[in-house]
């Protein structure tokens, strides 16, 4: 079994703990707001309040606070659009990020990253997913950038903690429960791919799987995600069939959908590091979704249908 760092006691909120959250109002980013409050004191802030790309204001920020972790979901996660924008990515993604790894060195803190599947090609043969020492290959500008920021972060300090996660989903924000169930409220016919292959991870189980990593003092790269895999297209089809709706979803192959950026075949992202610490809370994808729908489906239909 792989070494944690210094564990804290488990269920108790260490009054003097001090936490910083960036990117904040991002999917993951609310929800860690939320949970990551029981730890301690945290400080959350915005891409507004707090752009990480603003490296002074960075610095005087972990100066004030000078806080034990650094949670950071900031990121430019726009695949398409980092693309078009690629020194804005490995601005964000990447130099940015290996400033903050600088700063919370500095002040002796914890720096948890979140990054992603996109680190590898996606042409591992299935159904075998990608273990934390698999070897990264991004196909596309964001899983470049975005591996360019863990490879910075492990470069400047040991005191660390990369968090690899994919095919997240949550109440807030933009996400894919959403974007389909828009389009079959409309009536519209939806092609969802059927050949690329992940695990759709909600990002408040995400969040509680981080606290738990926090808690024990986990380090290293670890990998996020929920239990089993599906494609898009079975993902989409059990988001209709859980709330009870009909639709019209057609399977469709990668190609026939072309975009900007290459997506990669294979997401499914294996918890062995999860496992062997004894850590694992994730669920079975299907369990998480039939949670997050009994919780949220009914109101986010009738959003979408203008109702609320």
């Not at 990515?89 to 060195?105: C, D, I, M, P």
């Not at 273990?131 to 920021?149: A, M, Q, R």
């Not at 992940?198 to 996020?224: C, D, N, Y």
């Not at 079975?234 to 950026?261: K, M, N, Q």
Request: charged letters at 30%; hydrophobic letters at 35%; a neutral charge.
């Amino acid at each position: 079994m792989e070494s944690l760092g210094t564990p804290f006691a488990l269920g108790e909120k260490q009054e003097g703990l001090r936490i910083l959250l960036l990117g904040a109002r991002g999917l993951l980013g609310k929800e860690c707001e939320k949970v990551l409050g029981s730890l301690g004191n945290v400080w959350s802030f915005s891409k507004d309040e707090l752009d990480i790309t603003h490296f002074d204001k960075v610095e005087k920020i972990l100066v004030e606070i000078y806080p034990h972790f650094v949670v950071n979901c900031a990121a430019y996660t726009d695949v398409d659009g980092c693309e078009r924008e690629v020194e804005k990515a490995f601005l964000v993604n990447a130099k940015a990020v290996g400033n903050l790894a600088r700063q919370a060195s500095r002040v002796g803190a914890r720096l948890v990253h979140i990054s992603t599947d996109y680190v590898f090609d996606g042409e591992k043969p299935l159904p075998s997913g990608y273990e934390e020492d698999d070897p990264p290959c991004p196909k596309n500008v964001y899983g470049k950038s975005k591996l360019e920021g863990e490879r910075l972060v492990l470069q400047i300090d040991t005191n660390h903690l990369i968090v690899r996660t994919a095919w997240l989903y949550g109440r807030e924000g933009k996400s894919f429960p959403k974007a389909i169930l828009k389009r079959v409220l409309e009536g519209q016919t939806v092609r969802v791919v059927c050949d690329q292959f992940g695990s759709p991870t909600w990002s408040k189980s995400v969040a509680f799987q981080i606290r738990t990593l926090m808690e024990a003092g986990a380090e290293g790269i670890v990998h996020v995600t929920s239990m089993g895999s599906c494609s898009w297209y079975e993902f989409a089809r059990s988001i209709v069939e859980l709330l009870g709706l009909g639709g019209d979803i057609r399977p469709c192959e990668s190609s026939a959908c072309p975009r900007p950026a290459p997506r990669p075949k294979n997401s499914i992202l294996e918890k062995r590091r999860l496992l062997e610490l004894g850590l694992n809370r994730m669920r079975h994808w299907k369990e998480d979704l039939r949670i997050f729908l009994e919780a949220h489906g009914k109101e986010i239909v009738s959003e979408l249908k203008g109702e609320a």
